[in-house]
């Protein structure tokens, strides 16, 4: 399995759709997880969905993303975990222990995960997953 986190130094970018690298683990079981930094190219939705989609990549970690981003992404088969925040190892792992739903590492603004849809003021931004 290929998981993609949007990093910037050494946490989760803050916006997915101006991220420049991402962390690609490929995941395979007992094994540490291998390691790849790949940077993003693509600056239009549809590009970087693509380029996700080539990789391989079948989970996205990252901050907040555009909606038309999210929606191409996921249009690929793609699963996107977004609005995360944290230092990348701790998200790494709390998504292999499966805590990444924690309101800890929720961004600003958004309540948790498992609690209905949060809208920002102007923004419309929704903080769960889809």
Not at 18 to 39: C, S, Y
Request: hydrophobic letters at 40%; proline letters at 4%; charged letters at 25%.
């Amino acid at each position: 399995m290929k998981v993609a986190l949007s990093v910037f130094k050494d946490s989760i970018s803050t916006v997915f759709d101006v991220a420049q690298q991402i962390l690609l683990l490929e995941i395979d079981g007992a094994n540490r997880p291998k390691r790849t930094a790949l940077k993003i190219e693509a600056t239009d939705p549809a590009q970087r969905a693509a380029q996700l989609s080539e990789e391989g990549i079948e989970i996205l970690i990252c901050g907040a993303i555009s909606r038309p981003l999210q929606e191409a992404i996921m249009a690929r088969g793609i699963t996107v975990y977004p609005f995360v925040r944290g230092k990348t190892e701790d998200v790494i792992a709390a998504y292999q222990s499966g805590r990444l739903g924690n309101a800890s590492y929720a961004l600003p603004g958004c309540r948790g995960r498992g609690q209905g849809r949060v809208r920002s003021r102007n923004r419309g931004m929704h903080c769960r997953w889809r």
